[in-house]
């Protein structure tokens, strides 16, 4: 298996002590909710990234949304264009947080 991908977005997730586990796979953090259209603040993300690479090398991991946008089609009334909202943020993030 090459990667994982890990709903963290919640606080029901567990932490991140399971990750010491890791191997040279890619780790995706799914910190970004697709179930609200609000945006996350860019420090309580970084921060969620530092405390995973206390576990995993920083270049293993990624950075997605939990579970992708298809709980907007059933339940989850995120527009689209709040989807890309979503996008774009995860983009500038890991632009921030990995460099560009």
Known sequence: MDGLFLEYE???????EPLKH???QQVVLGLITSKFP???KF????????EASQYVPKDQLCLSPQC???????GNALTEEEQWAK???IRDYADKIWGE
């Open 10 to 16: 919640s606080d029901i997730a567990c932490g991140y």
């Open 22 to 24: 890791i191997q040279k």
């Open 38 to 40: 609000q945006l996350e």
């Open 43 to 50: 420090e309580d993300v970084k921060a969620r990234v530092e």
């Open 68 to 74: 992708g946008f298809a709980s907007t089609e059933e």
């Open 87 to 89: 996008v774009r943020l």
